[in-house]
């Protein structure tokens, strides 16, 4: 009995210290570590512009939309921090440097400029957050960066769809990006249709040589 006790509250205490211990952050992939830091990056100017959108607008919805995207940021906020605790990840303190100009260029600008530039500078940023997160979400290891991936996908998409109702939208917005190293241009996107193309007629021709599958080849007459 008193061993069968002792190893019931070996077990206990192992149980206990395994919750009370952070998960490594070394188990992590680098994607998923990229993924909080840009997330804090993004909540460090987009919550405050966001803010001084709702007061500064000149467009009711942009006022409107504003509001709703800095309380969505608030809480955004508390639950990556939650994640980075677990993590034992430290998140940065700034915003990456093109977001600071972004700041400054809404601080600077009013009236109708001030809308167009809140909506279409957040509007980029969400859009390459969006693909982020949803690779994130694909290919994590870790239940809780997992589940935080899927609030973002949803928040983001949520966020360009009230930023597009404001109908202050650009087309182009969606090609910049508040990193250096990603940012997509026009040439990226030729180069992706030149190949999409290339691949296209490669496939087809392919198939006409093969012959379509199921048919026989027609018997040549006498």
């Avoid at 804090?40 to 006022?63: D, F």
């Avoid at 998409?157 to 939208?169: K, M, N, Q, V």
Wanted: aromatic content about 4%.
């Amino acid at each position: 009995m008193p061993l069968r006790f002792v190893a019931l509250l070996a077990a206990v205490a192992a149980f206990a210290l395994g919750c009370a211990i952070p998960a490594s952050a070394g188990e992590l992939q680098q994607i998923d570590r990229t993924l909080l830091t840009r997330l804090k990056q993004h909540t460090l100017w987009a919550g405050p512009s966001s803010r001084l959108a709702a007061e500064r607008a000149t467009n009711r919805r942009v006022r409107a939309v504003a509001v709703r995207i800095a309380d969505d940021q608030a809480r955004l906020d508390v639950a990556l921090r939650a994640v980075a605790d677990r993590l034992a990840i430290t998140l940065p303190g700034e915003p990456t440097g093109q977001e600071r100009a972004w700041a400054a260029e809404l601080t600077a600008d009013s009236g109708d400029a001030f809308d167009r530039a809140y909506v279409n500078r957040l509007r980029a940023e969400y859009g390459s957050l969006f693909a982020l997160a949803s690779d994130v979400r694909a290919g994590t290891r870790d239940d809780d960066v997992r589940a935080f991936a899927q609030t973002a996908v949803d928040t983001a998409l949520g966020h360009l769809t009230l930023l597009e109702s404001t109908g202050l939208a650009e087309t182009t917005s969606l090609l910049v990006s508040a990193t250096e190293d990603d940012t997509l241009g026009g040439g990226d996107f030729a180069v992706g249709a030149v190949l999409v193309a290339l691949a296209a007629v490669a496939t087809f021709g392919l198939l006409r040589l093969l012959g379509t599958p199921g048919r026989t080849p027609p018997r040549t007459r006498r």
